[in-house]
């Protein structure tokens, strides 16, 4: 099996900085890719942030968020990061750690989805 593991939610204040980590363990062995979404109440989950590890790496960034947000790996420790600056209320959100990856050489591609962090941006 395969696990995300989020850590890093949480309240800050308008133009405050969060730093969320997802650490992925288990039958690993290719990662495709590996983002950020976020769901906030009444919406629908959007991507945040992704980095694509095939044929680059290259990165790909919600067009409110660029600027702000930067999203970057640890390859040892198979762990991605999401610096967030300069936030804002309308980032508040659940914040889902995805990845696509591959368990052999001949398998199928997985999608798996982290439990999700809540990051709360209010005065």
């Known amino acids: 099996q395969v696990q995300l593991v989020e850590s890093g939610g949480g309240l800050v204040q308008p133009g405050g900085s969060l730093r969320l980590s997802c650490a992925a363990s288990?039958?690993?062995?290719?990662?495709?890719?590996m983002g950020w979404y976020r769901q906030a109440p009444g919406k629908e989950r959007e991507l945040v942030a992704a980095?694509?590890?095939?044929?680059?790496?290259?990165?790909n960034y919600a067009d409110s968020v660029k600027g702000r947000f930067t999203i970057s790996r640890d390859n040892a420790k198979i762990t991605v990061y999401l610096q967030m600056n300069s936030l804002k209320p309308e980032d508040t959100a659940v914040y889902y750690c995805?990845?696509?990856?591959?368990?052999?050489?001949?398998?199928?591609?997985?999608?798996?989805w982290g439990q999700g962090t809540q990051v709360t941006v209010s005065s």
């Open positions: 980095i694509i590890y095939t044929g680059g790496p290259s990165t």
């Open positions: 995805n990845a696509d990856l591959k368990k052999s050489r001949v398998s199928n591609n997985f999608n798996y």
């Open positions: 288990g039958s690993i062995f290719a990662i495709n890719s």
